[in-house]
């Protein structure tokens, strides 16, 4: 929006608040780059998985897939928890599921 002389003007935004947001978008979306990570997402915005779940919902190879969880739980975008011998992972960032809402309603829904 462009500011006219009835229409109040924004305050400056800060160069350095800016910086760290932009560099923490770029993470998310370098995350969110690859194929893998992206449909280990897709399925875990639908809720905690197993990871014999996962592994048989997106057709991954459990090297591939060990591989993969390994970056989205680096990256802070998932979390585990354990339950005997299963491991449960769920989406754990706010910002990576409301993304997964806008590609889902852009490119998957009918």
């Known amino acids: 929006m462009l500011a006219t002389p009835d229409t109040p003007t924004s305050p400056p935004l800060d160069l350095a608040v800016l910086r760290q947001s932009a560099d923490a978008a770029c993470r998310l979306m370098k995350a ?15 809720g905690e998985k197993r990871v014999g779940e996962l592994e048989e919902l997106v057709g991954i190879a459990q090297p591939t897939l060990s591989q993969q969880l390994g970056v989205l739980r680096d990256e802070g975008l998932v979390s585990t928890r354990r339950e005997g011998k ?25």
């Open 86 to 110: 299963s491991i449960y992972y769920c989406i754990d960032s706010p910002q990576a599921l409301a993304v997964m809402g806008v590609l889902y309603a852009e490119f998957c829904a009918p």
């Open 32 to 46: 969110l780059s690859n194929p893998d990570r992206l449909l280990l997402l897709c399925q875990l915005s639908q």
